[in-house]
């Protein structure tokens, strides 16, 4: 302190050789810092490290597999995940906080007309007739028996502007009806079945595993909306910021070539597999035991995100234009 | 509060969990996601042994706590110089009256995209809705100052610094306090609002993650943790301005006890 106080009263601090040689030192250690790290890097190979999102639901139960029976570290991923409840909330996060995560064809195709710079990088899960996660329950007293029945009803929706309620709004319009002939609640998934036995709704846009337990108490389906949008058609999937996945192809590789490690465990080792789906999700072992999976596959093209926007507009929700093409960056 | 207060508080509580847990238990009412009080207790009993609940509280009291008190400091501040000054009240009080109905939940996404999935992104949807009940109540409670007691302090020639401590400050801590409360109590609730659909950690993702797993037993155990602690809080404020101004408490005021 005194030296400092001296300095300053005397006006112009007269600088010792010393530290300057000390700063050309330091100024060429750290010079030559960078052009070392990859030599270290040659004795042991550092894992990539990803920051990867996901909601704690069935869907994404795969990057659960390959992350705790170690395919992301046979990769040489070293991979954080993080439990979000809203994947809406995720595409403006990408390349910030989270490097990949989990998404729907709405939730990327509205960022991306919003202008954030988000691209689908690898598949999760499909919707096909022959394996069906999502149905439209209602109370089997309720007179209503298809899509034409449902004009003025209300229905209970998980997330107004996400993918079930799109596909929904897409099936409504298919089958004639106007989508705004109908009303859309927001309820949880485990509150609808509560929600439709007080009669305060009529109609649920449900998910396994609680189309399971509906259709257990009683209750029946009267189609599955995200059919009516393609069949096989595109349900769930991964996304990243463009600039990132197109810098990184390497890593989307082995990204999805775990995935696809993960997906084959799963189907030789479904009991393992349902233990990782309890630890992630806490779901009651009786529900994890039972809950049937989904159909996984890693694959993402274009045209799928096509079809996806194309429901969209014709819905209206999608302001500015989007080419599907540009919106997936994936290795071949 | 007297022995027989408490009994009657607490007794009219036990009849209606009573109720709760007939109509449940005998199947009168049966839904899914509405457990009995007894298996609520059973939920609690489990919930608390778990080392994970310990640092959910705490992120959430954190969370509060830290929101809270930026807010009352920013708004007493605030507070006091649009009460003590009619000049920024004229040019103020438009702003505030259009930025304080805002509904903070509506900030969620843009904090989001400015904090990302973090706590600070909690603290501005604490601090957005909770700066108002400290700032209006100190506004107002400054500006209320009575006539002879201001007239008193010119009369004597008393200091700035003088005045505000001896004068403004003493007349003006009634409302400065009910504004402290009012923004602890909302700072909760923001708090657990913003874990709910923003921020996965603390109390209000707990309630949610349960919720979604289907263990509503633990769901509601997470309400009454988190109904708790704003009792807690609440009376530990009251406790602290009590110590603080003594003066203060002599009139009967709405107290949690004091029915």
Redesign the interface.
Known sequence: MKGLRFFHRAGSPVRSPTPCLAAALLAVSLALLPAAAPLAQGVTPVKTPLRVAYV??ITWLISWVAKDRGFFDLHGLDVTL?????LS?LP??MG??FDIAASTAPDLLKAAASGIDVVGVAGETIELTANQSMQVIVRPDSGIRSVQDLKGKVVATPTIGAVMHVATLHWLRAGGVDPNSIRAIEV????M??QL??GRVDALELLQPFVG?QLAAGNVSIGNPLLSVADPGLFTFWIAQGAWARANPAVLERWIAALKDARQFLETNPTESRSILAKY????DA?AQRIPFPTYDTTLNASQLEVWAKVLRDLGQLNGPVDASRLVVTPR | MTGRQWASGIGGLLVCLALWQVLVGSGFVEYDLLPSPWTIAGGLATMVTEPAFAVEVGHTLAATLIGWLAAVLAGTGLGAVLGTSPLARRYCLASIEVLRPLPAVAFVPVALLLFGFSLQMELLVIVAPALWPALVNTMEGFAGVPQRLTDVAATFHLKRSTRLLRVYLPAAAPAVVVGMRLSLSLALVMAVVAEMVGNPEGLGYALVREQQALHPDLMFGYVLVIGLLGMLLNGLLVWGSRLALPGLFRRPVARWDSA
Do not use: E, H, M, Y
Request: proline share 23%; glycine share 4%.
């Open positions: 704690p639901v993080s439990p979000i409840q809203n909330l403006p996060t910030r906080q949880p998934f485990p509150n079945g509560d036995k007080a337990q999700t806490r779901l009651p529900v």
